[in-house]
């Protein structure tokens, strides 16, 4: 299934870019009347910030090295604008699954619809997001890496193209590690990769001329039925309690103060 | 009727202004402090795309519609109105005549450098003795063989200065017409011509990193063909640059109200006075209210006075009128926003600080508010002179 050396040219890079539409991180979210999920009518969705890096990413491995950028994403029609900016920042093609039976079933399954639709289209790089910022899985890189039987390296800040291979330098507890990996594979983006490009009038005018193919899971041979269902089902969705006001710590000298303030954290807060 | 605006004007939105929080707003107020035009921010709009939007493709621009131009510099004023006065008379004022006016080999010859944004181009007008009375301009050019003679002066000219300045559109006095009024053409000088002299002016009060200029023309000669269209016709390009205009303008007003309300919205929430953050308070809430309210009648004024444009219907009256209320409308925004800041509403350090300055441009140039009135009264048929 997966394309051979003989389907790509020689030193020219063919980079997939996993990419979810996901609330603007400055909406005013707010819990729908049924409890278990939030309000989207007056939403503004914008690209994951962390998919942003990824797009990013792959255009410059592109300007370097040739080759093309396909971006790929699950979604509904709305998706569409998100898919068209990444294309007005200059990747090459679009392409949206945008079919019922692939939507609210959880992580893994839209990570098996993304690994069946990446299989069709000829890569040596797949680069995702760490995590999207609606849900925080973290799962849907990594889990499309397994479904594609590739390496997959997580939370990368800084990427060195080989030949046929890659080498990562990704952010571990206190420090950076660097690893090497064969083509092809997948990477995840962290905070720091690089600073993603504006989408600038020209590269507005050019995305209209652009492909972008609408699939469904019959495309790829899938059927709702081979999707499992959520693996986590929500019960209730809260926003977080609000926070209560300060509290100023009296006292004559600062001796005192931090008398009092020790009493306080041991006493009422229990957290010393 | 469809009130939405297409995914492209959407994206366009976002990214200029993401592009205008990032690269403009952290700078905007050294620039203003020092009187400073920058070169730095000015090549980041230029990669952008932003000169040249609704220029087509053939001649560099964007082949963008006018609700595109609209909608970007309506986001630059959101954050700051320098910026947003050099991509508005850079585009309305410098590209568009030689745009719409230009001979083929004029527009080969400026067009490309302009829309790249390597260059910037001025649009020569007011005098100091002829403001609202443009037709008054005592700014003359004769012909003397193949060569204009030019003589006079411009002043308060956006962009005719800085060191990418390629020239200037002036509008001078060619003759009189048969009836006995002046005949005005609109004749092309480049920047480094002999006689030409264009001067930075200082001490603003608003604008301040926007460059403004006074042009000399000292038997100032240029080539005959340097002529804008015909001759005579200068005075009908000026006015109907000048309806293009204001719609840039309104979409000053419009942004610049915005960057007001989204401040001053984000103040109130944080700022505590007797124990509560001041937005709950209704003397605050209810200015905030009346402030998006203003707003969103100035952008459906302003938007459809782009559709009217774009659809090649007449709009002049509308431009007044989105000129008009855009500007009076951010008046009263920048107005509220330094009252809701309060003492530190008074101080640099906030931005409402700035934009109550720059304000009060939007009520004077391109045709005052006054001159807005004149235009509309007429329009609707009042006997007004």
């Known amino acids: 299934m997966l394309p051979g050396p003989g389907a790509r040219k020689e030193k020219n890079v063919d980079i997939v870019v996993l990419l979810k539409q996901v609330p603007a991180t400055e909406s005013l979210i707010q819990v729908a009347d049924d409890g278990v999920s939030i309000k989207t009518e007056e939403l503004k969705w914008v690209i994951n910030p962390y998919d942003e890096f990824a797009v990013e990413e792959a255009l410059r491995i592109r300007e370097a090295q040739g080759g093309s950028v396909t971006v790929l994403s699950v979604g509904t029609d709305k998706a569409v604008e998100a898919i068209r900016t990444a294309l007005a920042m200059g990747a090459d093609t679009g392409v949206l699954v945008n079919d019922p039976a692939a939507l609210g079933k959880g992580a893994l399954a839209t990570a098996r619809v993304l690994a069946a639709a990446v299989k069709q289209i000829p890569f040596d790089l797949v680069i995702a997001g760490q995590r999207a910022v609606d849900a925080d899985q973290f799962q849907v890189g990594p889990a499309v890496a397994e479904y594609l039987r590739i390496p997959n390296v997580s939370m990368v800040i800084k990427t060195e193209l080989l030949d046929g291979s890659i080498r990562c330098h990704r952010t571990i507890e206190g420090g950076t590690v660097v690893v090497e990996s064969p083509l092809p594979m997948l990477f995840t983006t962290q905070r720091g990769l690089n600073e993603p490009r504006y989408a600038s009038l020209p590269g507005i005018m050019k995305a209209k001329k652009k492909p972008l193919e609408t699939k469904t899971l019959a495309d790829f041979g899938l059927d709702a039925g081979a999707l499992e269902g959520p693996t986590a089902r929500i019960r209730a969705l809260s926003p977080p309690a609000e926070r209560g006001g300060g509290r100023i710590i009296e006292g004559e000298s600062a001796a005192e103060k931090a008398a009092a303030l020790v009493k306080a954290l041991h006493e009422e807060a229990k957290v010393i | ?385």
């Open chain 2, 1 to 385: 009727m469809d009130f939405e605006l297409s995914m492209d004007h959407e994206i366009l939105r976002d990214s200029v202004r993401s592009f205008a929080e990032k690269e403009i707003k952290p700078v905007a107020q050294t620039l203003d402090k020092e009187e400073t035009f920058s070169y730095d921010t000015m090549a980041k709009m230029a990669e952008l795309g932003l000169f040249g939007i609704f220029v087509s493709e053939e001649y560099g621009g964007q082949g963008m519609d006018y609700l595109s131009y609209i909608i970007a510099t309506e986001e630059i004023a959101r954050v700051d109105g320098s910026h947003a006065a050099t991509i508005a008379a850079g585009n309305s004022l410098g590209i568009g005549p030689l745009y719409y006016y230009g001979s083929e080999e004029q527009k080969k010859k400026y067009l490309p450098k302009l829309c790249s944004g390597e260059a910037l181009w001025a649009f020569g007008l007011t005098e100091p003795n002829a403001g609202s009375d443009a037709a008054n301009s005592k700014t003359t050019a004769v012909l003397d063989g193949n060569e204009w003679v030019i003589n006079g002066s411009k002043i308060f000219i956006t962009n005719g200065s800085t060191d990418i300045s390629a020239g200037s559109t002036v509008m001078c006095r060619t003759g009189s017409r048969e009836d006995g009024r002046p005949e005005l053409s609109c004749i092309l000088v480049e920047n480094g011509t002999p006689g030409y002299t264009a001067k930075v002016m200082h001490d603003k009060m608003m604008w301040r990193s926007s460059n403004t200029s006074e042009l000399y023309f000292e038997d100032c000669r240029v080539p005959k063909e340097n002529l804008l269209g015909k001759r005579g016709h200068g005075f009908y390009q000026m006015m109907e640059t000048l309806d293009g205009g204001r719609l840039s303008i309104g979409a000053m007003g419009l942004g610049g109200a915005q960057g007001c309300l989204d401040m001053t919205v984000r103040y109130a929430n944080e700022r505590e006075q007797f124990g509560r953050p001041i937005a709950t308070f209704q003397a605050n809430a209810f200015k905030l209210a009346d402030m998006a309210t203003e707003i969103d009648a100035a952008r459906l004024m302003l938007y459809r006075a782009c559709w009217l444009r774009d659809n090649e219907k007449p709009f002049s009256k509308e431009a007044a009128m989105a000129k008009l209320y855009c500007s009076e409308v951010m008046y009263r925004c920048a107005n509220h926003a330094v009252q809701i800041h309060g003492g530190y509403g008074l101080m640099k350090e906030y931005d409402v600080e700035r934009f109550y300055r720059d304000q009060k441009l939007l009520d004077i140039g391109e045709g005052t508010s006054e001159v807005q009135r004149i235009v509309i009264a007429r329009h609707i048929g009042a006997k007004c002179l």
